[in-house]
Nanobody, 122 residues
């Protein structure tokens, strides 16, 4: 069992930056791949980024590639999402997930946080 708590969301102007954090409880954090998803109003939840259990592999949605960076600190049981050059279309609730795999889809085996709101003004 893994419990996840996201933080770091907020309101930022276009072109600005935010860093999201996702703190995990449980001693098995380092055995999970970690992912970020987002969901805008009226839209389906979409994949943003993933990182392997070791941090050695990462994957990104095309829409955020080159602007967002996912990282993790297994000693702190925390995964991060550094978001730069933010655009109004990045506005969404951002969720982190602990998953057995890095595939860019949700799974019945994923654990989810409650989400943090990111709003980018134009």
């Amino acid at each position: 069992q893994v419990q996840l708590v996201e933080s770091g969301g907020g309101l930022v102007q276009a072109g600005g930056s935010l860093r999201l954090s996702c703190a995990a409880s449980g001693r098995t954090f380092s055995t999970y791949a970690m992912k970020w998803f987002r969901q805008a109003p009226g839209k389906e939840r979409e994949f943003v980024a993933a990182i392997s259990w070791s941090g050695g592999s990462t994957a990104y949605a095309d829409s955020v590639k080159g602007r967002f960076t996912i990282s993790r600190d297994n000693a702190k049981n925390t995964v991060y999402l550094q978001m730069n050059s933010l655009k109004p279309e990045d506005t969404a609730v951002y969720y982190c997930a602990a998953s057995p795999t890095m595939v860019a889809t949700t799974s019945q085996y994923d654990y989810w946080g409650q989400g943090t709101q990111v709003t980018v003004s134009s």
